[in-house]
């Protein structure tokens, strides 16, 4: 696998590999995606193949603002048409404004589009369904490579299947070295949480990331649907949607929301444990790893855990000492990979983010499907 840096000879290089039909690691201001030429189907397989990704979970395509200033289009849902992603025929005038708004005021960023895709787009991409998921990032690097190499590319985050998604280089060499062609170093991402899922019509957040359901109703003065209300959209079929996701091979368990403001303490965290813990044969007295949301918890937490008459937390991942939820989030994958890296510790205990909205509503998913 080449290591290459994000300058210009790094990128030209990278876009060569991609119009090869290659697969190259590339960042973007979420996470790192494994990305390829959407339009090659030999490419995308390759992918598939990289990750261990079962063909029914579909890959988003990213664009560039400059691909689409190319097209010479009007608007921008024109733009997607012409480049064979969008099948803008099929959409209503309705969809069509919000998602030209929804792009003009999100794009480039975290949000993905889920619209009617156009035959052009391989199957395999989407996984079957009529649908394409769009974004276009904001990282730099991300940006130029779409550029160097002129097609629309196709990235999944540049893991293995099920795993914690990578937010650094050095993670990708982890999770996928040996198995693809190359990885552009951009350094740390910026977000750390995989971009918002918006499936248009019905208008249905699909997962939850940086930019918030809120801030997309407020946006087009419509409601958005939750996860999983969605008609003809069972689960499954959006599988970031699946219960088990972006996890550790530890056992995590997650401190319901508010557990010590409720005066809780040593004998139901042990419980809590236990019971979590039955489910996947491990032991609670096992040595246990921390993954906490701000500096103040500290103490609390050890102390439950003395308590509990658990075995004192071997290492400690705080994920922002002032608790701002931009900083967790940017941390929160990496804390995880290092607490499951480290070989002294058994299973992992985490606790709830306070914020159950926007950012705060991504990360309390992304932990949520760590401990199922
Ligand atoms: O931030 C991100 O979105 C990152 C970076 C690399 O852009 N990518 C990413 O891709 O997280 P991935 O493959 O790990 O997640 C893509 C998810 C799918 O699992 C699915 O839930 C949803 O996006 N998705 C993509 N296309 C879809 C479609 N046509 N219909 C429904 N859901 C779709
Ligand atoms: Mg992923």
């Keep these: 696998m080449e290591l290459l840096k994000s300058d210009e000879s790094g990128i030209l290089r990278a876009a060569q590999l991609l119009l090869e039909g290659k697969t190259v690691a590339l960042p973007t201001e979420t996470v790192y995606g494994l990305g390829a030429n959407c339009f090659d189907l030999s490419a995308v397989t390759r992918v598939f193949e990289a990750k261990e990704r079962p063909t029914f979970d579909p ?21 997607l048409n012409r480049l064979g992603l969008l099948d803008a025929l099929s959409l209503t005038e309705k969809t069509r404004d919000q998602m030209e708004k929804l792009m003009r005021i999100f794009w480039p960023g975290p949000l993905t589009l889920v619209v009617p895709k156009l035959s052009k787009v391989p199957d395999l991409v989407t996984a079957g369904l009529p649908r394409v998921g769009i974004r276009m990032p904001k990282h730099e690097v991300a940006r130029k490579i779409i550029n160097a190499a002129g097609v629309p590319i196709a990235a999944p985050s540049a893991n293995r299947f099920g795993r914690i998604s990578p937010t650094q280089a050095s993670h990708v060499v982890q999770e996928l070295d040996g198995r693809i062609a190359a990885v552009v170093d951009g350094g740390p991402c910026a977000v750390g949480v995989e971009s918002t899922v918006l499936l248009m019509d019905p ?36 599988p970031g949607t699946l219960a088990s996701h972006y996890a550790p091979r530890k056992p995590l368990v997650l401190l319901p929301m508010g557990f010590f403001e409720t005066g809780k303490s040593g004998k139901e965290l042990f419980a809590l444990a236990e019971t979590q813990l039955k489910k996947k044969n491990a032991d609670p007295k096992g040595a246990v790893g921390l993954l906490l949301w701000d500096g103040r918890q500290v103490e609390k937490m050890n102390t439950a855990i003395e308590k509990a008459g658990l075995s004192p937390a071997v290492r400690i991942e705080i994920l922002s000492r002032q608790g701002d939820v931009e900083e967790a989030a940017r941390d929160l994958f990496r804390a995880m990979r290092t607490l499951d890296d480290d070989s002294r510790i058994q299973w992992i205990l985490a606790d709830s983010c306070p914020h159950p909205t926007g950012l705060g509503h991504a990360i309390h998913d992304r932990l949520t499907r760590a401990a199922y």
Excluded: F
Aim: overall charge negative.
């Design 59 to 79: 890959l988003i395509v990213h664009v560039s603002e400059e691909l689409i200033a190319n097209t010479k289009s009007d608007t921008w849902v024109e733009a």
């Design 203 to 238: 208008l249905t957040l699909l997962r939850p990331g940086a930019i918030s359901a809120h801030q997309i109703s407020e946006t087009l003065n419509e409601i958005i649907h939750p996860p999983g209300s969605s008609r003809g959209l069972p689960q499954g079929l959006s």
